[in-house]
């Protein structure tokens, strides 16, 4: 295998390296020797706060290897993927409700057109005139 190439900051951070390095051979003793004790607590206190990771047989063990609280149940799940479907339902009745809502508008508007033709006496070429249901429109607008 081709070993992979070092990145910039890897390059400058074995040059740094190596600097320190050199340098740390002309630090007096006692310098030298806190720098040693401060290092070996620092990787002490790193080994401490990895975490370890184990496994152990247990009765809530499932063969799949994931870990199921005892409290968890079949119906715990059957009640998660209902949950997920309320969403999906509120959704489908917001537009059911949006759709009604239209067509209701939809029908008092030709409802009050139809009235206005009723209640008006016009001429019968009124009625073909495609402007005339623009002016129906306009007119009971301006009532409201």
Do not use: E, R, W
């Given at each position: 295998m081709k070993p992979t190439p070092f990145t910039p900051q890897d390059?400058?951070?074995m040059r740094m390296?190596?600097?320190?390095?050199?340098?740390?051979?002309?630090?007096?003793y006692d310098i030298s020797e806190r720098l040693r004790a401060a290092r070996t607590r620092a990787l002490a206190a790193a080994r401490a706060s990895r975490p370890v990771l184990s496994t152990v047989a247990s009765p809530?063990?499932?063969a799949n290897g994931t870990l199921r609280l005892p409290f968890q149940s079949q119906t715990h799940e059957i009640y998660k993927l209902l949950?997920?479907?309320?969403?999906?339902?509120?959704?489908?009745a917001g537009l059911m409700l949006l759709y009604e809502f239209h067509n209701d508008q939809a029908a008092l508007e030709l409802a009050e057109i139809d009235s206005a033709l009723l209640i008006d006496d016009l001429p019968p070429q009124a009625y073909a005139d495609?402007?005339?249901?623009d002016?129906?429109?306009?007119?009971?607008?301006?009532?409201?």
């Open positions: 390059q400058m951070g390296a190596a600097l320190l390095d050199q340098h740390t051979q002309q630090l007096p809530q063990a499932q949950v997920s479907f309320i969403p999906l339902i509120c959704l489908a495609p402007a005339f249901i002016f129906l429109k306009n007119k009971t607008l301006q009532k409201d």
